[in-house]
């Protein structure tokens, strides 16, 4: 099942208590002080990794936990430092702070930030020493790590993201072009989660079906359109099988403009598909002639068409490069 959010309590590290110690000298009750400093709390870190279905393995995960500082000991020897925690979570993650609203966006392989500090050590009866107090009982015990409530909100990134309205045909083109095994069926919602796949090294995003009212969170909602938002480029299906193409078509792009206007002015290819229900070729040049009046890129596919097939690849490799 893909995950494409999370809710976790974490806290870091608290930091290791400092000691009280004293040099073993002969023929002195008590030498100097030599109690070491605890060892700081570690830090809790996200790292981005390449792998979106990382979420689904802390889909039972609620709590995140750093490892404390160790204390201090004798001969002013200080405490281990705790181990920093990292938490893997995929590219396109949104990390929100539930209580202090701060958010970081993880947007590359490697991507390392910094969610909750550790507690620093507390110092051992050696720093307190002075020339007046040369032999300190005072030692401080670590700090606490710091602790939040966090959201992972997963905006997929892709080269391209497939859209349309249900029954447009992305999940057969997405299985038909790269190697994914997407669920495929003759009714709507047939995808209930996005599906990726590898088209020649670039990533193909298929956006489950949206439909009219899908950004006030109608059908499938917003659910699926913030997916949309990290796509670089947009292959908007429209089934022939549509009495009115151009409505389906400028549905689609209501939707997004209502969701965010900035999908609007994302690079974008039209693919008429399932062309083998129009007998007649001529009606299907009109049906392009028109949407080559809005200035769109034009491909039409039947997957029954090795040739249409063909040349529709061919075209996505092109605008691609």
């Known amino acids: 099942m893909f995950i494409d959010e999370i809710k ?4 870091a590290g608290r930091g290791g208590d400092g000691v009280v110690r004293w040099r073993r000298e002969k023929f002195i009750d008590k030498g100097g002080p030599n109690g070491g400093d605890g060892g700081r709390g ?5 790292v981005a990794v390449q792998d979106i279905h990382i979420l689904s393995r802390y889909k039972h995960k609620k709590e995140w936990r750093g490892n404390d500082g160790e204390e201090g ?23 929100t702070n539930i209580e202090s609203g701060a958010s970081v ?34 030692a401080t015990k670590g700090k606490t790590g710091e602790e939040g409530n966090f959201k992972v909100e997963l905006e997929l990134f892709a080269e391209i993201g497939l859209i349309g309205l249900p029954n447009a045909g992305k999940s057969s083109l997405l299985n038909a072009i790269t ?22 090294g670039h990533i193909i995003a298929d956006i489950p079906g949206l439909i009219e009212g899908a950004s006030k969170g109608k059908g499938l909602g917003i659910k699926f359109l913030k997916h949309v938002k990290r796509t670089r480029m947009l292959a908007h299906l429209v089934s022939l099988e549509n009495e009115n193409p151009m409505k389906a078509y ?8 209502a969701y965010d206007k900035t999908l609007l002015e994302k690079k974008e290819v039209v693919v008429l598909t399932k062309t083998d229900v129009i007998d007649d070729p001529k009606k299907i040049e009109k049906i392009k002639k028109e949407f080559e009046k809005n200035g769109s890129t034009i491909l039409t596919l039947s997957l029954y068409d090795d040739k249409s097939l063909k040349q529709l690849i061919d075209g996505l490799i092109k605008m691609l490069r």
């Open 73 to 95: 000991a004798g001969g002013s020897r200080h405490g281990k430092d705790g181990e920093d925690l990292i938490i893997e979570l995929p590219i396109g993650s949104i990390i």
């Open 105 to 138: 966006s993880l947007e590359e392989v490697g991507q390392k930030e910094l969610l909750l500090k550790g507690g620093v050590g507390g110092y051992g009866n050696e720093q307190f020493k002075t020339s007046i107090n040369t032999t300190p009982t005072t």
């Open 179 to 200: 190697n994914a095994d997407a669920k495929i069926g003759s009714y709507q919602f047939t995808t209930l989660d996005p599906n990726l796949g590898d088209f020649h």
């Open 250 to 257: 400028k549905e689609i792009r209501k939707e997004l403009g």
């Open 42 to 46: 570690g830090d809790i870190y996200a």
């Open 8 to 11: 976790f309590f974490a806290k």
